[in-house]
């Protein structure tokens, strides 16, 4: 029962670092997502897949880039990173991208910029 | 105004109380709605869909009303294992799908003995 397995869990970064979150579903999903949750603030989307080989940007997409070349693996590549991109990241999937189909969680990444 | 508003809270409630909470939406298009859960530094979890002529899950009961714009969720007979961050999730527009989610903050409850 893996479902959505994201890595690390933990992770501290200087400023101006790269780092990739890696995200793994076992679900045979066709969506994916990514979404940052701060204080006080919603769940944001990041960058989303509705297949291998499709991504786009949702909300909030600058300072990360996404790639899908298989249905079960979406990394998160942050390519230098701030101080504003300290949060808390989930990734998730779905079995498809409409609303009324339940979206699945990882355990979530603890991001520190310093 | 926020897309989506949920008092933050946190509501304090002793064990075996009912307790209510809404969400208010502002888009009038919106089709979709949700109540997720989020345990303290866990992932959020799918509680249940809002249907518009409402809908029960045990002691949980969601509500919508589309003339005032909210969602609603009460919980009766409230348990120690209920206290959570209860999220409120609505589809932003008439394209009914999972990257049009907006997300509230979350209203944080509190079950006390």
Redesign the interface.
Same mark, same amino acid.
């Given at each position: 029962n893996a479902g959505v397995t994201q890595t690390p869990k933990f992770q501290v970064l200087k400023t101006g670092q790269s780092m990739t979150l890696q995200c793994a579903q076992d679900m045979n999903h066709e969506?994916m997502?990514w &979404?940052r949750q701060d204080p006080?603030? !919603? %769940?944001? %989307?990041i960058h &989303?897949s509705v297949g291998a080989g499709i991504t786009?940007q949702?909300e909030v997409p600058n300072g990360y880039n996404v790639s899908r070349s298989t249905t079960e693996d979406f990394p998160l590549r942050l390519l230098s990173a701030a101080p504003s991109q300290t949060s808390v990241y /989930?990734c998730a999937s779905?079995y498809s991208?409409?609303? !009324?189909?339940?979206?699945y /969680?990882?355990?979530?990444s603890w991001l520190t910029v310093v | 105004r926020k897309e989506v508003e949920q008092d933050p809270g946190p509501f304090n409630v002793p064990e075996g109380a009912t307790v209510a909470f809404n969400c208010t939406y502002s888009n009038s298009a919106s089709q979709s709605f949700f109540w997720y859960r989020q345990d303290c530094r866990k992932e959020p979890k799918l509680l249940m869909s809002v249907y518009s002529s409402g809908n029960e899950d045990g002691r949980f009961t969601a509500q919508l009303n589309r003339a005032s714009q909210y969602i609603s969720l009460l919980i009766r007979d409230s348990k120690l294992s209920d206290s959570a961050t209860y999220l409120c999730v609505v589809n932003r527009n008439l394209l009914d799908s999972n990257y049009q989610l907006i997300w509230g903050a979350g209203t944080k409850l509190i079950i006390k003995p």
């Amino acid at each position: 029962n893996a479902g959505v397995t994201q890595t690390p869990k933990f992770q501290v970064l200087k400023t101006g670092q790269s780092m990739t979150l890696q995200c793994a579903q076992d679900m045979n999903h066709e969506y994916m997502s990514w &979404y940052r949750q701060d204080p006080g603030m !919603g %769940l944001r %989307l990041i960058h &989303y897949s509705v297949g291998a080989g499709i991504t786009d940007q949702g909300e909030v997409p600058n300072g990360y880039n996404v790639s899908r070349s298989t249905t079960e693996d979406f990394p998160l590549r942050l390519l230098s990173a701030a101080p504003s991109q300290t949060s808390v990241y /989930f990734c998730a999937s779905s079995y498809s991208t409409g609303a !009324g189909n339940t979206i699945y /969680f990882g355990e979530g990444s603890w991001l520190t910029v310093v | 105004r926020k897309e989506v508003e949920q008092d933050p809270g946190p509501f304090n409630v002793p064990e075996g109380a009912t307790v209510a909470f809404n969400c208010t939406y502002s888009n009038s298009a919106s089709q979709s709605f949700f109540w997720y859960r989020q345990d303290c530094r866990k992932e959020p979890k799918l509680l249940m869909s809002v249907y518009s002529s409402g809908n029960e899950d045990g002691r949980f009961t969601a509500q919508l009303n589309r003339a005032s714009q909210y969602i609603s969720l009460l919980i009766r007979d409230s348990k120690l294992s209920d206290s959570a961050t209860y999220l409120c999730v609505v589809n932003r527009n008439l394209l009914d799908s999972n990257y049009q989610l907006i997300w509230g903050a979350g209203t944080k409850l509190i079950i006390k003995p």
